[in-house]
């Protein structure tokens, strides 16, 4: 079993940076590929990172790439998102997810979820 928590979400003008933070509990932390995903109103949740548990390997989709990275301590059981360029776009509730395995860009293939944290970004 798994826990996780965000946190650093918040309110950020267009072309600020934030970072997100994803703490999660237990002792197989390392074991587990991470994913971040975010749902804006009224749509699906979307992919935006994920990496390996290893974090030797990151993935994103094109909407993101080159403005947000995804990074892990597995010392400290914790993901993060750092966000950069950001526009107003990308305002919806960021989740971070967790499978054992490889990792995934969707999210029915994610086991264990965190509550969200919302980013608003304003133009």
């Known amino acids: 079993q798994v826990q996780l928590v965000e946190s650093g979400g918040g309110l950020v003008q267009a072309g600020g940076s934030r970072r997100l933070s994803c703490a999660a509990s237990?002792?197989?932390?390392?074991?587990?590929?991470m994913g971040w995903f975010r749902q804006a109103p009224g749509k699906e949740r979307e992919f935006v990172a994920a990496?390996?548990?290893?974090?030797?390997?990151?993935y994103y989709p094109d909407s993101v790439k080159g403005r947000f990275t995804i990074s892990r301590d597995n010392a400290k059981n914790t993901v993060y998102l750092q966000m950069s360029s950001l526009k107003p776009e990308d305002t919806a509730v960021y989740y971070c997810?967790?499978?054992?395995?490889?990792?995934?860009?969707?999210?029915?293939?994610?086991?264990?979820w965190g509550q969200g944290t919302q980013v608003t970004v304003s133009s």
């Open positions: 997810a967790a499978r054992r395995g490889t990792w995934s860009r969707s999210p029915y293939d994610y086991n264990y």
């Open positions: 990496i390996s548990w290893s974090g030797g390997s990151t």
């Open positions: 237990g002792r197989t932390f390392s074991s587990y590929a």
